[in-house]
DNA sequence: TGATAAATGTTTCGACTCGAAACTATTTTA
DNA sequence: TAAAATAGTTTCGAGTCGAAACATTTATCA
């Protein structure tokens, strides 16, 4: 996988003095972790870009998508924990603003007053309609082909799931495709909640999901 | 792309207050933005972890590991500021720290005296080998098959170049497939510097990649 | 040639992010 | 009914970030 070769050379005024360095080759290995972080890297700053006409900081954009796209059993803070891979005061602190924004609004669980739901407000809506995904890599993607799209989804959706199982965090999935969704004669069921899902309601991320 | 839908629900304790939130569903745009960004978290998120036995931040393991891969002409200050896409006073204090921990050393460019180098050390290279990429996202990649993996590193690479492109940054990429390595009679040479260059620096990632 | 502009990099500042830990309130367990 | 678990907030200190001012060196060009 690595190839290892020792190399010279000499550091800055002290003359002579003389480093030994070891120095690898990247194996292909590493190829598909360089082309991920550096694709974030760009998304993170065209979305620190979007977010500065309303200051909002990349990380709190994310947690607006993620609430604009789960369902009613994932839209509190420890699932927008889990969906960011922070602790829990951070990303209180993170709703607490976009709450002050008015980009989303608290309501409290009937049944568990423990609970708190997060709810995308209109003007977080618009917002996130005009900057999520950015444009300029929605432009990016329309370099690809229909099928190549769906083709390059299909095997990121496969790395995905298994990075997920592997580090044993929550597997955030589709509704409609989890082995809880369940179609009876009373229409479309939650075998967790046994409650009623609409048509629009499986089309939604929940942090139940399972395969 | 948007499919739009009013909705109504109360609001937490006063009873009867209801709010007017707009809805939308995600079109298939979406995904793989989504889907880079939660790869992108779980990196995140593990590198966090790994770097915590140095007290490295990812971002600094991020410049480290762009060091580890860059040529002679690529390994600066700038060139991590335009990889990360982050400002100069940001980088030039990450640096610092990689430094005062012994993992990449300054050195002065003889030419052009503006200019510092910056080189892994041996403890740099053997800090990336054991922790990058991350273990569990190598155990993730190991699910798709050679050729999937091949698929999805070409696919995305197409949305790389073509993103870099759009947002008008440098288009880092490795020096055999750029458009001034040549061939000559008394071996490879960079058109731009009219260097020699040798079979290990031609593997190398160059900020002056052209296609 | 000599003044000005441009490039490379550092330092400082204030706003923000982050994890850890202590804390409240509610629900579940035993 | 007491103890444990769950959901969430607040506070603290370390670190990240961009912006701007700064120093040094090199390039431009009149």
Not at 177 to 191: E, L, M, P, R
């Amino acid at each position: 996988m690595f190839r290892l070769e020792t190399i010279l050379f000499e550091h800055s005024k002290s003359s002579l003095v003389k480093y030994v360095l070891t120095r690898y080759y990247c194996g292909m290995n590493d190829e598909l972790f360089n082309l991920i972080e550096r694709l974030a890297n760009l998304l993170r700053q065209e979305t620190r870009l979007e977010g500065q006409s309303l200051g909002l900081q990349p990380v709190q954009q994310e947690a607006l998508y993620y609430l604009s796209t789960c369902n009613r059993y994932s839209d509190t803070m420890l699932a927008v924990t889990e969906f960011l891979g922070l602790t829990k005061g951070t990303v209180s602190q993170s709703l607490k603003i976009l709450e002050s924004n008015a980009l989303i609004i608290k309501v409290k669980d009937k049944k568990d007053k423990r609970i708190t739901h997060l709810k995308v407000t209109k003007a977080g809506r618009e917002f996130l309609m005009k900057t999520c995904p950015p444009q300029k890599f929605t432009d990016a993607i329309t370099s690809l082909s229909v099928d190549e799209e769906f083709e390059t989804k299909t095997l990121l959706k496969k790395v995905l799931n298994n990075y997920q199982q592997a580090t044993g965090r929550t597997a955030f999935g589709v509704c409609q495709h989890c082995k809880f969704n369940q179609q009876t004669s009373d229409g479309i069921v939650c075998g967790l909640t046994k409650e009623a899902l609409s048509n629009d309601d499986i089309m939604l991320i929940c942090k139940e999901y399972a395969v």
